[in-house]
């Protein structure tokens, strides 16, 4: 009963998702069996380009330690906020999700060809997390139950965190980055005078992962159309209720 409850919860996962959290766990069985070794899968320009090592170009992406705490909750943070990227702002998009997934891979091996970064699979989960905290910015959440705050500060409470357990916090800063140019490539910038959109998804991606048919009458949400929201206009989501609480805070002045 409990494998066929799993197996269903598995086969629930949106296709991208369940891809990248698969790859990285069985990377991390395989790396705690033995059967391959972190100095094989390390992100390392030299080996790329003098021993044409490629792999290193992607499975730097697919380890994020062995089993412990750190693991966990790397793992948790991929799987939860990768999912409500697909399922929410993407959803019925796999391919632009494809396409955000190659474009926060490339960018982090750019970045990191001049940084000295070993595995990169926690920056990329830096970029879900800023580019999912921007696109709802006024979900309420807190920290372990002490801290309230607004989803756009999320990516930021995690960098106090880092600080605080004595992490590096050059990847999450790497992260927020990467999330915060794709945002404003996807987001922003098309919706201001004379602005379009520069990440255009191939149609080779459209064709390979997008096999619905579209309805030309179909209007999607605000959330769910290329470009986010219109964040400068008075009818923006959330407009009228910020514009409400703020009389409120001042009262409280």
């Avoid at 066929?4 to 069996?33: D, G």
């Avoid at 929410?88 to 060809?113: L, Q």
């Amino acid at each position: 009963m409990a494998y066929h409850t799993l197996r269903q919860e598995y086969m629930l996962m949106p296709p991208v998702t369940r891809a990248y959290t698969t790859v990285c766990l069985l990377t991390s069985i395989a790396v705690q069996l033995d059967v391959v070794s972190p100095f094989q899968l390390y992100f390392n320009p030299l080996l790329i380009t003098q021993k044409f090592e490629i792999w290193r170009l992607l499975t730097p992406f697919f380890f994020f330690g062995t089993f412990s705490f750190n693991f966990l909750f790397n793992m948790i943070f991929t799987y939860r906020y990768c999912r409500m990227l697909e399922e929410g702002s993407f959803r019925g998009r796999t391919a632009d999700f494809v396409y955000m997934f190659i474009f926060g891979c490339i960018t982090t091996v750019i970045c990191a060809w001049f940084v000295n970064l070993l595995f990169l699979g926690h920056s990329l989960t830096t970029m879900f997390v800023y580019i999912w905290a921007r696109r709802n910015p006024y979900v309420r959440m807190n920290f372990f139950g002490l801290l309230p705050f607004r989803a756009p500060y999320l990516p930021w409470v995690l960098v106090a965190f880092s600080v605080l357990l004595g992490n590096s916090v050059l990847v999450d800063i790497l992260g927020i980055a990467i999330g915060h140019l794709y945002f404003f490539l996807e987001d922003v910038f098309p919706n201001q005078p004379g602005g379009r959109r520069l990440l255009a998804t191939p149609r080779l991606l459209k064709l390979l992962f997008d096999t619905h048919i579209e309805d030309p009458l179909y209007n999607p949400a605000p959330d769910e159309r290329p470009g986010g929201f219109d964040w400068g206009a008075a009818g923006a989501p959330g407009a009228a209720d910020a514009a409400a609480e703020q009389p409120r805070e001042n009262e409280n002045q």
